[in-house]
């Protein structure tokens, strides 16, 4: 298995132009909420096995990771259950809206997504944001 600071580094080499940077920085947050969302409006059953499937993945890559994952996921949950009368809408529209937003970002550096290659960068998209966030911040938390 490839290490965290590998995949992200694989996965930086399709985000190199910095409008497709900041249109990921809104867009996997939006991608994800709509997911988590999606499966929270089902059952918040379905949407903690989910989560807990995704954090054995983050837990075998970084310990950090995980417990950054867990918080921004804890987060995204706090924030569904404010809008659960509307929580379905509003998770389609935050799937929709992210994934057009992707597809601008990747029109717009003319590289495909990384998750073509292997589906496993779906969940290093998260961890792309925050380290993205965390280095503007001067902070490199992903170092080896």
């Given at each position: 298995m490839k ?6 580094q694989t ?10 940077e ?6 996997i947050?939006l991608?994800?909420f709509?997911i ?9 059953l379905v949407?903690?096995f989910?989560?807990v499937?995704c954090?054995?993945?983050y837990?075998r890559?970084?310990?950090l ?7 921004w996921?804890?987060c995204?949950?706090?924030v569904?259950r404010?809008f ?9 529209q935050?799937?929709?809206i ?5 597809a601008?970002g990747?029109?717009?550096e003319g ?5 073509f ?5 779906l969940?290093?998209?998260?961890l ?6 965390t280095k ?5 938390i992903f170092?080896?």
């Open positions: 290490t965290l600071s590998k995949l992200l996965y930086e080499t399709c985000h190199k132009s910095p409008v497709n900041i249109i990921h920085l809104i867009s947050p991608i994800m709509g988590l969302g999606g499966l929270y409006f089902t059952h918040p949407a903690l989910f989560v499937f954090m054995f993945y837990l890559l970084s310990f990771a995980t417990l950054l994952m867990v918080l996921v804890t995204c949950i706090l569904l404010l659960e009368d509307q929580l379905l809408m509003i998770s389609i935050c799937f929709i992210g994934w057009i937003g992707q601008i990747h029109f717009i590289k495909r997504p990384s998750f290659d292997d589906l496993c960068f969940l290093i998209g998260p792309f944001v925050i380290n993205v966030l503007k911040m001067g902070i490199n170092k080896d």
